[in-house]
């Protein structure tokens, strides 16, 4: 996966990943996939230590986005909880229990995707 410092990361995307990041979610992850797919943008993937977790995560992610006037295109998972995928059309953020997470290995199957950076010092996106 390349690695950039300089991408300019648009701030719902830096929002999600910072929201994942209030619920402990652990490993966050951003992938800006716009060269390698005409799918969507970015992704933000996270995990949660449970299935409630992983639903705490989500529904976090989504209560505070639509706050901030942006709601999801398309929303799975949300009742099981084991993997929660968030479509905002630019962007997905996908919530993971480590289990689901280490099978499907996403950061491996868009490892041509460049890793985006997470940067918080005391700012909020």
Request: proline share 5%; glycine share 4%.
């Amino acid at each position: 996966m390349a690695n950039s410092t300089a991408t300019a990361t648009p701030l719902p995307v830096q929002r999600a990943s910072f929201l994942c990041a209030d619920r402990k979610a652990s490993d966050i992850v951003v992938l800006d996939i716009s060269r390698i797919s005409t799918a969507t943008d970015y992704f933000v993937i996270a995990s949660g230590t449970s299935d409630t977790h992983v639903r705490a995560v989500a529904e976090h992610v989504l209560q505070e986005m639509k706050k901030e006037g942006i709601a999801p295109h398309h929303v799975e998972g949300l009742e099981r909880g084991r993997w929660v995928l968030l479509d905002y059309f630019d962007f997905v953020v996908h919530v993971f229990h480590p289990a689901l997470r280490d099978f499907y290995q996403l950061e491996r199957l868009w490892s041509d995707a460049e890793v985006i950076p997470l940067k918080r010092e005391g700012a909020r996106p």
